[in-house]
């Protein structure tokens, strides 16, 4: 298993505004994966963060709205840019471990007022 | 397009009892799926992983079964208890074979 941190764990944000959320895994991990939990709704996937490459994101994100780092195996970030009320969510790092399992970081709030 | 489809109603039961917990899907040929426990504010928690060649698994009181055929999966929680009030979610791999897609959930409330 993994022991997967975020930052921060909630916030509550200006329209218009950035925040970067940081995922933090207690071992080396090829697979990262975010994703984003509207209110009474299921998970939703935004792009795989793999080391040393861009991340790849899914039909309906764009890297302009959310850009992701991945400088190495232990750390992401995940950037929400000019924020609006339809990005309140909560915003759910991941990764796979060998056997296919994906663990999840307690998530980051997210509420833009 | 592909759907995985968990009721959407709240399971009340009493303690003691066994809860069961249905996930379809369509359009899919998943290679395994797995069953993810949440709770209110909190990120999932993986429980079980049951691949496409497996009938059923068991953790402890948990019960899994895989039906290929008729694209459906079973979650059973026998001598259920309060603390096993959550939402349960179910899982399958997604077209890049890494991510999942999940479905929306099934709320369960276990009454002392």
């Known amino acids: 298993s993994a022991v997967i941190s975020q930052k921060p764990s909630r916030d509550i944000c200006q329209r218009g505004t950035s925040l970067t959320i940081q995922c933090q895994v207690d071992s080396q991990v090829t697979m990262m994966f975010w994703y984003r939990q509207q209110p009474g709704q299921s998970l939703t996937l935004i792009a795989t963060?793999?080391?040393?490459?861009?991340?790849?994101?899914e039909s309906g994100f764009v890297i302009d709205k959310f850009p992701i780092s991945r400088p190495n195996l232990t750390f992401s970030t995940l950037t929400v840019s000019n924020m609006s009320p339809e990005d309140s969510s909560i915003y759910l790092c991941?990764?796979?471990?060998?056997?296919?399992?994906?663990?999840f970081g307690e998530g980051s709030w997210l509420t833009v007022v | 397009s592909q759907k995985i489809e968990q009721n959407s109603e709240a399971l009340n039961i009493q303690e003691g009892k066994t809860a069961t917990l249905t996930c379809n899907y369509t359009n899919y040929s998943p290679a395994y799926l797995q069953w993810y426990r949440q709770d209110p504010g909190r990120g999932p928690v993986f429980l079980l992983l049951?691949?496409?060649?497996?009938k059923e698994k068991r953790k402890e009181r948990l019960k899994v079964t895989f039906d290929t055929t008729l694209k459906q999966s079973l979650f059973h929680i026998t001598a259920s208890q309060p603390a096993d009030s959550a939402t349960y979610l179910c899982?399958?791999?997604?077209?890049?074979?890494?991510?999942?897609?999940f479905g929306k959930g099934t709320s369960l409330l276990v009454t002392p």
């Open positions: 049951i691949r496409e060649n497996e």
């Open positions: 899982a399958l791999d997604g077209n890049s074979g890494y991510a999942l897609n």
């Open positions: 963060a793999n080391q040393g490459s861009e991340a790849t994101y």
């Open positions: 991941s990764v796979q471990d060998s056997g296919n399992t994906i663990y």
